[in-house]
């Protein structure tokens, strides 16, 4: 019903720069938290950053000052600006996003996940 398509990753240097986005579609009737994770293999998934549908952010901390998460209402997608990229950066960016879709004339949330997309910062 819904699907979340990131784009944006790559192979980058490190200090430099990249910009993910990640849109959400189909039967969609709201969006609150948006949001994006990374991982790297055997190791859990772990939080980078997310926003709420008023723009209210939250940042973990090893990547305060060095990337900024945006939303776009109107076209359901949501952004990661990273600046001054580190070789620790490098994962797999998974979008998150907590989804209302209707069925039934019941509202229900559910979370998810899009695909991922690699990241690689060389040094």
């Known amino acids: 019903q819904v699907q979340l398509v990131e784009s944006g990753g790559g192979l980058v240097q490190a200090g430099g720069s990249l910009r993910l986005s990640c849109a959400a579609s189909g039967r969609i009737f709201s969006i609150n938290l948006m949001g994006w994770y990374r991982q790297v293999p055997g190791k859990q998934r772990e939080l980078v950053a997310t926003i709420t549908s008023g723009g209210n952010t939250n940042y973990a901390d090893s990547v305060k000052g060095r990337c900024t998460i945006s939303r776009d209402n109107a076209r359901n997608t949501v952004y990661l600006q990273m600046n001054s990229l580190k070789p620790e950066d490098t994962a797999v960016y998974y979008c998150?996003?907590?989804?209302?879709?209707?069925?039934?004339?019941?509202?229900?949330?559910?979370?998810?996940w899009g695909q991922g997309t690699q990241v690689t910062v060389s040094s």
């Open positions: 998150n996003a907590n989804v209302a879709t209707v069925a039934s004339g019941s509202v229900i949330w559910s979370d998810y």
